[in-house]
């Protein structure tokens, strides 16, 4: 691309035309989100450790986990920090993520304090689960990034791999939150290294929201600063509500029941950006 290419682009762009997201599965990409997730100084990629570890005894307590060992399906697990905290517990975990440098992140981990946990590198679409579950987990509003055909692919392959009575943890976006984050003006940084590159760039970012479709567009725009190329990113987000996923999941052999209290989101400081739905396999 070339910088002409963001002067005369189109505005807005389409659901998914532009790409699905950003290269989590890029491994120099996967490297500095890696940073990221790690970071104890924000909860913007991964919780804080101390936040993990308290979603972890929170889900700890409603899968039965303190009256028997469990065996955890991690989805988009990132580096993999609630399955190492279940781990650590003596319960065994299985994670996949479409990011390299976090999944060998995370396999490092287990090796080092020999845990029982193993970790995949592979997109949940298509990846295999394996069987024998007690819990599954898809958090930190990973589910809106997929379309609902997508995302009633992975709700039946979850059931598949969970025992009846098994549970699904899902952490959607909070009515309202895709828009308000999602939907900016255009702006732009000078950066010496970033997310996007770690060469000295210009960042361009916008966000659309399509009110039909109940779905935002990011785009990111990541200009060379010695080459001047350009490379466009892009990341579809989509609003369900909780009665459209509750017909969703229970389509594919679930039971959505009330989530216990107290779950901590991570965002003491504002208003919640997510909220805990609780599905048991049938």
Known sequence: MKISDIVNRQNPPQPWEEGEKIPWDEPDFSKRMLKEHLSQDHNAASRRFEVVHRQVDWLERLAGGLEKDLKVLDLACGPGLHSLDFARRGHSTYGIDFSPASIEWAQSQTEE?????????????????????DLAILLFGEMNVFTAEDLSLIARKTRAALNTGGMLMLEPHEPGVIRANFETAPSWSAQESGLFSDRPHMLIDEGFWHDDVQMAV??????????????????????????????LIEAEGFTVS????????GNDDGS????PLVAVAK
């Open 113 to 133: 304090q020999s845990l029982s946990s193993d970790f995949v590198h592979g997109d949940i679409r298509n990846a295999e689960f394996g069987t024998g579950y």
């Open 218 to 247: 990011k785009r990111w725009y990541v200009v060379d600063s010695e080459t001047n190329e350009v490379t466009n990113y892009s990341q579809t987000v989509v609003e369900h509500t909780k009665a459209e996923l509750v017909k």
């Open 258 to 265: 009330d989530a216990p209290g107290g779950w901590p989101a």
């Open 272 to 275: 919640p950006e997510f909220y």
